[in-house]
C-alpha cells in the first residue's frame, strides 16, 4: 500500500472556525492545529504571489517532520508569463523556489496549475519550461485544456520524472495515468457553488467510490499518493476528506473538539 498525503487546499478558512478551529483559536495557531490532523496541504496562497522567507520559516516551524506543503506555482509565472522562459518565466520561478525550499523535507510536489487557454499547440513552451526545473524539488502539473489528453501529454511528463494532476473539475476527463512514481489527485467540484462552507452539503459518496475503483490497478504500483480536497467539491474540504478515508478504509482523523456533523 501506499504512503497517502491527504489534505486540503488551503486551512485558514473563516468558515472552518468552531467546525474545525476551535472558536477563538488565535490565528497564528491554526496550521499547528491543522497539521495535527491531516498530513498535507496545498498552498493556494503562493498561486498570488511569493510569500516572504519569515513565512515559510513559520509553516515549517509550525509544524512536524512527516508534514507536507503543496505550493502552488503563482500566477505571475503560469498565467502571466505563461511559462514562456522569454518572459521571464525562469526567473521568477528560480525565485519562487528558492524561498519555498525554506521548508526543508516539508516542501511536497509543487503544483504547476496551467491556465485553461493554455493548450497543446503551446506544448514547446512547456517543454522548455519543464526543461529548466531543478532538481531541488517534484512537480505535478494540471491541465485544463482538453487538448492535453492524450498519449502524447504522458510521454512529456514521464520524459522529465513529472506527475499528471488528476482532477475531479467540472466537464474535464477523470483519470489516473501514472507518469512518475507518485499520483496527485485533487477533489475540486465547481467554484462558488455553495453559500456556506462549513459543513458538506451534497453526497459525493458515488465519486468517491469511482475514484478508490480507479485508484486500485495503481495501488501497488505508485509507492506515494497525495490527495487534497476542496470546499467546492461538496460544501466543506475536511468532511470530503474524511469521507474518502472511510472509503479507502484509511484511519479517519478528526480535530480533539465536537465537530459539526454533517448535512446528509
Known sequence: MPIWYLGTMGFAYQAWIGVFYPAGMPRRQVLAHYSQVFNTVELDTTFYGTPRE?????????????????P??????THEAALD????????????LETMTLLGQRLGPVLIQLPPGFSMAQSPQLE??????????RYAVEFRHRSWYTARTADLLRAHDIAWVSLDYLKLPRQIVPTTDFLYIRWIGQHGRFEQRGREEIDVSPQLAWWWEELQPHLDQVPVIYGLFNDDFAGYAPGSLNQFQAVAGLPVTRPEFAE???LL
Not at 513565512?55 to 503543496?70: G, K, L, Q
Open 260 to 262: 459539526q456533523g454533517r
Open 128 to 137: 522548455r519550461f519543464l526543461s529548466h526545473l531543478p532538481p531541488t524539488a
Open 54 to 70: 519569515t513565512t515559510v520559516r513559520r509553516w515549517a516551524d509550525s509544524t512536524p517532520d512527516h508534514f507536507r506543503f503543496c
Open 72 to 77: 502552488k506555482v503563482p500566477r505571475e509565472i
Open 85 to 96: 522562459l522569454d518572459r521571464g518565466a525562469a526567473e521568477l520561478m528560480d525565485a519562487f
